[in-house]
Structure formats: structure tokens, C-alpha cells
């Protein structure tokens, strides 16, 4: 199996920032797209970033300029800067990893267990 283990998160006041780090471990050949999505209350989940394997990365618009995914391969691991915090960044974040393991054809999508983030006005 995998498991995606999420840290981070936390309380902030708006202005301030946060990082965010996820590593997958398990039955693992390689770990393909990996990055993070996020649901705030009442609202669907929503991709916040996500890295490719060939390093590309996307970002939702309301974060790009302020948020920064990086990966470590080496690791089966990404990190999110979160700088310049707005309270409608508030939500659980959930990491999110399309894996290629031993014995199954094609990639498994997996998700982390969510980590709260909530900014203050």
C-alpha cells in the first residue's frame, strides 16, 4: 500500500506564512504528479498546486505568486510555501500523489488525511 504523510498547517494571521510537506511511502516504483488540493467549508475540493514528473508545476490562480511547490524525487516528497496568507485560504489541505507500484498496471491515485490551515483576519 501507500500512505501520503502530510505536516504543517496551523493557525496564522493573514500576512503570514506556512509550509506544508507531504511524503509518500509504501509499495512504490515512482511517484508521478504529486502536489496539493484543498476544501474549504461548504465549498469543492480545489487544486491548489501540483507538480508533474517532468518538474512542471501548476498553480490555482488565486495562490500563483504567493504559494511555492517544490519536490523532492529523492524522497517521494513536495513542500508547499505558503507566503502572504489571505483568510479565504483557509481549508483542509490535502496532498494528493499518482503512484506506479510493483504488479499494477497503470498509476494509483492516493490522497493524505488533510491538514488544516486557517488564517486570521
Known amino acids: 500500500q501507500v500512505q501520503l504523510m502530510e505536516s504543517g498547517g496551523g493557525l496564522v494571521q493573514a500576512g503570514g506564512s506556512l509550509r506544508l510537506s507531504c511524503a509518500a511511502s509504501g509499495r512504490i516504483i515512482t511517484v508521478d504528479d504529486m502536489g496539493w488540493y484543498r476544501q474549504a467549508p461548504g465549498k469543492e475540493r480545489e487544486l491548489v498546486a501540483m507538480?508533474?514528473?517532468?518538474?512542471?508545476?501548476d498553480y490555482a490562480d488565486s495562490v500563483n505568486g504567493r504559494f511555492t511547490l517544490s519536490r523532492d524525487n529523492a524522497k517521494n516528497s513536495v513542500y508547499l510555501q505558503m507566503n502572504s496568507l489571505k483568510p479565504e485560504d483557509t481549508a483542509v489541505y490535502y496532498c494528493?500523489?499518482?503512484?506506479?507500484?510493483?504488479?499494477?498496471?497503470?498509476?494509483?491515485?492516493?490522497w493524505g488525511q488533510g491538514t488544516q490551515v486557517t488564517v486570521s483576519s
Open positions: 494528493h500523489a499518482e503512484v506506479r507500484q510493483p504488479y499494477v498496471s497503470g498509476l494509483t491515485k492516493h
Open positions: 507538480s508533474s514528473v517532468g518538474s512542471r508545476v
